[in-house]
């Protein structure tokens, strides 16, 4: 038999003797229970949107990058053009990876298959794939799977339920119906093939740290499967995490919450308009406006504001994916590495305060915001108006407070549940004025 066909066995075995339980009813193992812990120690990730479509850079307009092919109406027989010009020649895992190490982050999501339903892996139920159809013929995650476990960095999965290229993907949903494919299809065939895929990646490739869900909004009422589809995860790997950027509340089997381009709490983008849950929580923001490689896009975040940006995550108790669309060559933008490599500076010096801390007891606030970690209350200063400011205390007694560095010794005041802080003058070049509350 032909490596295609037993893959194809191996897979349907797996799929019909997978029992479904309800996800109503999931217990996460230890081992997701770690990753979790693990997760929520690590604060700091890479988001890589990188497909096809980053040949065409956005094609010229700015916020379209890889919705290319929805936005300018490309039908398939078009699109399927891509994958002969992706031949990334200059990409080079090992520098990814250590740009991503050198960048104080902890782990990155990469997109696997996008809404283009192109492969960035060795597919083999289908051969619109990386290694089958693109020009560069190599197995680009496999190659940078190999490289974060050789550097310590552990490798997430961005995978699309939408799908515009996929025939079965029918009924449509809100996208993907200028793409030339017929008026019918197989609906459960193309959740078979998509649960297929996660077998693939889930065991083609060691250990995964997570599956990160994109695209049920295009049909937020379809038949998705989810009680299958997070049992096959939960089954094949206990500990990785999984998670979708569906926008609502975490769906039982779903293992951390996520938020897109605003912190929990936040929304002004509209997307988020549900409540925080128990779950460890993750939000993603662009370096730019574009999350795939967008040749117009110089927008780019200061990384002042982008550290503000890491900074008030962990405040919040939320991890920090901030995304990078790689050129069609393979490279990280210039611009994008040299921002990442001052945020590791930064992270160098400050990690403490964030790495491994949970919320503080100031929640969000105007000034900044505080986290915590054994006995040390770390309090962030982005912004301070007044002279003085207050942190409630749950109890503790504060022994003593200093500058986070310097070690200049501040005075404070005892409240009745909290502490008084006179503030020195700080420095407008400051990015993060901390004080360690020591109790
Ligand atoms: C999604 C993707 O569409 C986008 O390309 C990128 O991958 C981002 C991280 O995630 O963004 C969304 C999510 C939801 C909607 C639109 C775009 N929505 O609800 O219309």
């Not at 996008?114 to 051969?127: E, N, P, Q, V």
């Not at 929640?363 to 982005?382: M, P, R, Y």
Request: charged content about 25%.
């Amino acid at each position: 038999m032909k490596p295609r066909i037993i893959t194809y066995c191996l897979v349907l075995y797996t799929l019909t003797t997978v029992p479904v339980f309800s996800q109503a009813d999931y217990v996460p193992s230890a081992s997701n229970l770690e990753s979790r812990e693990w997760f929520q120690d690590a604060k700091f990730g890479l988001f890589v949107h990188w497909g096809v479509y980053s040949v065409m850079g956005g094609g010229g307009d700015m916020g379209i990058a890889e919705w290319i092919m929805e936005r300018k109406e490309i039908p398939v027989d078009q699109y399927e053009k891509l994958p002969d010009f992706f031949n990334p020649v200059a990409f080079d895992a090992a520098e990814w990876v250590s740009m991503v190490k050198e960048a104080g982050m902890k782990y990155i999501t990469i997109t696997s298959k996008h809404h283009d339903g192109f492969a960035m892996y060795d597919s083999k139920i289908s051969d619109y794939n990386v290694v089958d159809r693109a020009r560069y013929g190599k197995d680009i995650i496999g190659m940078l799977k190999e490289e974060c476990d050789k550097q310590g960095i552990r490798l997430f999965f961005y995978y699309s339920q939408l799908d515009w290229h996929h025939p079965d993907y029918y009924p449509r949903g809100r996208t993907g119906n200028f793409t030339g494919r017929p008026e019918s299809g197989d609906w459960d065939a193309y959740i078979n093939y998509m649960n297929a895929q996660l077998t693939e990646l889930l065991t083609q490739y060691g250990d995964v740290g997570g599956i990160w869900f994109d695209g049920m909004w295009d049909q937020w009422d379809a038949p998705w499967r989810l009680d299958e589809t997070y049992a096959l995860i939960h089954k094949l790997q206990p500990q990785t995490l999984v998670g979708s950027n569906h926008h609502k509340m975490p769906i039982p089997g779903e293992d951390f919450q996520m938020f897109e381009k605003d912190l929990p709490g936040q929304n002004s983008m509209g997307f988020n308009q549900t409540g925080i849950g128990e779950l460890p929580l993750e939000t993603c923001e662009t370096m730019n406006g574009s999350w795939g490689y967008n040749i117009k896009d110089t927008k780019f975040k200061s990384t002042e504001d982008l550290i503000h940006m890491l900074v008030r995550a962990a405040g919040l108790n939320s991890n920090l994916l901030l995304n990078t669309g790689p050129m069609p060559d393979g490279r990280i933008q210039p611009e994008n590495v040299a921002t990442l490599k001052e945020m590791g500076k930064w992270l160098k010096q400050y990690g403490e305060t964030i790495y491994g801390t949970r919320s503080g007891p100031t929640g969000a606030k105007k000034w900044g915001v505080s986290t915590w970690k054994d006995n040390k209350i770390f309090v962030h200063i982005l912004g301070a108006e007044d002279p003085v400011l207050y942190v409630p205390m749950a109890g503790q007694k504060v022994a003593k407070a200093y500058a986070y560095g310097s070690g200049e010794k501040i005075t404070f005041k005892k409240q009745s549940e909290g502490v008084l802080l006179s503030l020195p003058d700080i420095s407008e070049d400051i990015i993060d004025y901390i004080i360690v509350l020591e109790f």
